[in-house]
């Protein structure tokens, strides 16, 4: 039996927006005031890309974004070229997010986390890789609040702010 690979669902705004929630969330519980929106767009496309989702092995929210990207520098190779081309997908799912209440728009363009909560069973009820995709956007959360800044994160990751 083959299995299709859906990818249509898994760059949906709704679930997309679910995914920056949960790594808005972790962030937050380190930075209160919450990333800035450029953050968003390179963390959201690294947490779903499945030929990413091998290098997240072996790592938890204290390996940090340094030492992650110097076991697998791979992560750096077309990174630029990724996120670019998720460009209007990460836009989309801050939408969602926002319109749905899930996410805020704060002043200096940080984003925050909005008045409305996430059901604990639409997330139970991810399949295997949609549950795996948010589990990475947790751990991005934890390690791009611990580098610092923005700019830090980008520059850590051979990109320019």
């Not at 995914?19 to 953050?39: D, I, N, W």
């Not at 030492?67 to 077309?78: A, D, T, Y």
């Not at 990724?82 to 940080?110: H, M, P, W, Y």
């Not at 959360?141 to 702010?161: E, H, I």
Request: net charge positive; aromatic share 8%.
């Amino acid at each position: 039996m083959k299995v299709a690979h859906d990818v249509y669902a898994e760059t949906n705004p709704a679930f997309c927006a679910a995914v920056l929630v949960e790594f808005t969330k972790t962030y937050v519980s380190m930075r209160p005031e919450g990333p800035e929106t450029p953050a968003v767009y390179l963390a959201l496309p690294v947490a779903l890309s499945g030929e990413l989702a091998s290098t997240f092995a072996g790592t938890n929210k204290n390996t940090g974004l340094l030492e992650w990207l110097e076991r697998s520098p791979q992560v750096r190779v077309g990174l630029a070229k990724r996120a670019n081309a998720s460009l209007d997908i990460v836009t989309e799912a801050i939408r969602f997010g926002c319109f749905a209440q899930l996410l805020i728009l704060g002043k200096g363009t940080f984003l925050r986390l909005g008045d409305k909560k996430l059901k604990p069973s639409a997330i139970s009820a991810l399949g295997q890789e949609p549950a795996q995709a948010m589990k990475r956007a947790g751990r991005l959360g934890y390690w791009f609040a611990a580098a610092g800044s923005t700019r830090t994160v980008f520059d850590m990751m051979g990109l320019t702010a």
